[in-house]
């Protein structure tokens, strides 16, 4: 079945540096990607709405300039934590839509910000 | 905000089947009934999913009410692995700029021996 790959999983950082996760679709072509955070025992959030060749689509609350999404081609998307904070850490979750009207997602990337 | 209502958590005893009930009563007619589930630390699954007619796949069976306004998922006989967070969602399908998926808080189903 199709695959969505993240990277990486897990990352530590420093406060005040930037972090970039990938998100790769492996084996179908995504127009459109969705990228999701998720806190402890809480519910995944829809960030943003990423698709191919044109600029993201934030919902309400997401900082634009901090949480930079990048859709670049039909198989990669790019979320950049700019300045990362500690209340940044998180499990950052990509999914991927194919043809056939099913959403997969990533394994999720575990980000620490010291 | 989520469109769907789950009970928090549910237990099922192996073997057994696991019946998970989600209420959509504001569903639009486009809309389609989406299930997916996460195991801690992981990225959610995709289960099933269907418009109006009841599904079947090799993981689960999926019943839509006729009037659409709620839904159960079925797991025929749940083994320890299907202890899972279970999201049921409602979503216009690809191929339409609304099609994000927007999750509901769930329900936690814990499989016991």
């Known amino acids: 079945g199709a695959v969505v790959s993240q990277h990486p999983s897990w990352v530590i950082c420093k406060s005040g540096t930037s972090v970039k996760i990938e998100c790769r679709s492996l084996?179908?072509?995504?127009?459109?990607m969705f990228w999701y955070r998720q806190f402890p025992k809480q519910s995944l959030m829809l960030m943003a709405t990423?698709?191919?060749?044109?600029?993201?689509?934030?919902e309400q609350g997401v900082e634009k300039d901090k949480f930079l999404i990048n859709h670049a081609s039909l198989t990669l998307s790019t979320l950049t934590v700019t300045s990362a904070h500690p209340e940044d850490s998180s499990f950052y979750i990509c999914?991927?839509?194919?043809?056939?009207?099913?959403?997969?997602f990533g394994e999720g990337s575990r980000l620490t910000v010291l | 905000d989520a469109k769907t209502t789950q009970p928090p958590s549910m237990d099922c005893a192996e073997g057994r089947a696991a019946n998970l009930p989600c209420n959509h009563s504001?569903?639009?007619?486009?809309?389609?009934v989406y299930w997916y589930r996460q195991i801690h630390s992981q990225g959610p699954q995709y289960i099933i999913h269907?418009?109006?007619n009841n599904e079947t796949n090799e993981m689960a069976s999926l019943i839509i009410t006729e009037d659409r306004k709620s839904s159960t998922l079925i797991l025929p006989h749940a083994t320890l692995r299907d202890t899972a967070v279970y999201y049921c969602?409602?979503?216009?399908?690809?191929?339409?700029?609304?099609?994000?998926?927007?999750f509901g808080q769930g329900t936690e189903l814990s499989v016991k021996p």
């Open positions: 969602i409602v979503r216009v399908a690809a191929g339409n700029q609304g099609g994000k998926l927007i």
């Open positions: 269907g418009l109006k």
């Open positions: 999914s991927a839509s194919g043809l056939t009207g099913e959403l997969f």
């Open positions: 990423s698709n191919e060749g044109s600029k993201a689509t934030y």
């Open positions: 504001t569903i639009s007619g486009n809309e389609y």
């Open positions: 084996d179908f072509q995504a127009t459109t």
